[in-house]
């Protein structure tokens, strides 16, 4: 993103992954490869419990693949770093800093000079559109906010590839649009590589440059489908439609099988 | 939210007085109450109305021992006590229960240890310690850091525990290191806890000093009560009682608004 030299490519190689819970194994990922394009937007699209998270927390390197590996810039993951950006669905902001000094956590740690630091922050709450509430503390903010704040905060650590976890999942319809118009925004024109998981085909399509469908438990990856309509996209063309008839027998299919 | 403003806007002035002052109130109306029944004790004989002395009589001999500097002897003797024991209690509780609390092998170690002493009542281990320490001070205020202790321990523990891990992995995609995780997540998540077991700890220390004043003490609001017993002044015993619980809820008092200020970010 800004001050990185192009965006990063991710690439997930023969992944499996065994959770044991008491006496009971569950194959939650089987044989999964994922190729992840450097400045695309990604979308991880499944029914519920297949194993998107998993995934997605594999490459933020919070869980550790039992076979294969994931490579970011041909670098294997091993633990969790600063070029991985996450935004979660429950925002995960600190309670007890202020907007501001959430934004300000990545950046700080990194040592930046305080008058430096100051307008990082200002740029972007501004990119969010926040730059009046800096000094609020979460908890005097909406949900939609709040997810503006992580956005924000993720970003001004200048990740090389964005990480989000259903983000707008919790939100109302209306606030979910506006923040999916805004990401794809700040995408364009920061050109960041972002994969997104989410369990709606009308967001992966409103948003993806490219939708792995995967299969229910155990995950495998069913279909990898490239979107290449213009933004903003609009869901009553006929592409659009088609893109969505087409995911929603995939994903049916997996549903009912 | 703008709803329940409305309704307290339309409630009567003269309620809303009513609720602030009702504490006051109940109170007033207990020692009025109090100064009846001993009055009508007097008359009636239930007990011998020595061993019952009215609201102003307690008053009054309050004001007396002020007066002469016996009050804020006793209570001098039980505060530096309380104050050294609990200090010792916060000094050891605070940094260990952190330390256990991130680390598995600390805890580990620990957790037997804790799970072994912590049913036994301190009080069970005073006269242990009078043995081991002697009359004076020393076992007092051991005894004060030990009971603190495990309050302060044990809280501040959990609280370190109890860090939602959705911060700390927030905080790893930022890049942070373990240190900066424990001084910049850990540390504030767990605060309020940490404050938390510090309150409680001191109102421990206050429960316990009575009792370990009751053995060989020549000062303190405990001393004062067993050595009122002695000349049956009842009157002494409540004002020792009354001052400990003014003391408590005074400190109690301070220390939720204090919390209440430190950690606004929770409202
Ligand atoms: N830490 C864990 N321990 C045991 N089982 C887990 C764990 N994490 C996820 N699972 C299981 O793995 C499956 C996939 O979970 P997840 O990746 O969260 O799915 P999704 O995000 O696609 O809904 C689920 O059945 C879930 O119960
Ligand atoms: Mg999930």
Redesign the interface.
Known sequence: MQGQTGAASVQARGIRKVFTTGSTDTLVLDDVSVTVDPAGFTCLLGPSGCGKSTLLNMV???VEPDEGEITVDGRRIS????D???V?Q?Y??????TAAENVA??PE??GLPRAELKRVVASYLKLVGLEKFGDH???RLSGGMRQRVALA??LA?Q?RVL?MDEPFGALDALTRQLLQEELLRIWLAEKATIIFVTHSIREAVSLATSIVVMTRRPGRIKETIKVDLPYPRVQSSREFIEIERHLDALVRAEVEA | MSGAAVRRRQRHPAIVLLERFLPVLVISFALVAWELLAILNVAQKFVNPVFFPGSLKVAASAWEMALTGELAQHLGASLSRVVFGFSIAAVIGVPLGTVAGRNRWISGLLDPIISVLRPIPPIALLPIMVVWLGIGDTSKIIFIAYAAFFQIFLTTYNGVQSVEPLFLRAAQTLGASRWRIFRKVVLPAAMPHIVTGIRLGFSVSFFVIVAAEFIGASAGLGFLIFESRVYFEVDKMMVAAVTIGALGFAFDFTMKRIERRLFRWRL
Do not use: K, T, V
């Open positions: 933020a390197g919070f633990s969790p770093g600063a991985r950006g996450m979660f429950e995960a902001l600190f309670p007890w800093l956590f990545g740690g990194r503390y979460p908890n905060r993720a650590n990740p990480l």
